[in-house]
């Protein structure tokens, strides 16, 4: 009886899609863990600073970002 070359795909090996190594999906899914916990925590904690709000329009008119209470700083015109 003469030996018949076998196939590719019966050798027992499968070449299909390769899958990622199994320590990337461990990480990532450490990862995806962490960043659940974390919102979690930062949920449970509320806001911050309940009571802070941004400087809007009033003061100096809303264009100067609060830096005039800074004597001697200019804005960048190399004087």
């Known amino acids: 009886m003469a030996d018949i070359p076998m196939s590719p795909g019966s050798t027992?090996?499968?070449?299909?899609?390769?899958l990622p190594p199994p320590a990337l999906c461990g990480f990532l899914l450490l990862l995806m863990l962490l960043f659940a916990v974390?919102?979690?925590v930062?949920?449970?904690?509320?806001?911050?600073?309940?009571?802070?709000?941004?400087?809007?329009s009033?003061?100096?008119g809303g264009s100067g970002g609060?830096?005039?209470d800074m004597p001697g700083m200019s804005h960048g015109s190399g004087e």
């Not at 027992?12 to 390769?18: K, Q, Y």
């Not at 904690?45 to 941004?54: K, R, S, T």
Request: hydrophobic letters at 20%.
């Open 12 to 18: 027992g090996t499968t070449r299909g899609r390769p």
């Open 42 to 56: 930062g949920s449970a904690a509320g806001p911050v600073a309940p009571g802070l709000h941004g400087t809007g």
């Open 66 to 68: 609060g830096d005039d």
């Open 38 to 40: 974390s919102y979690a």
């Open 58 to 60: 009033g003061g100096n």
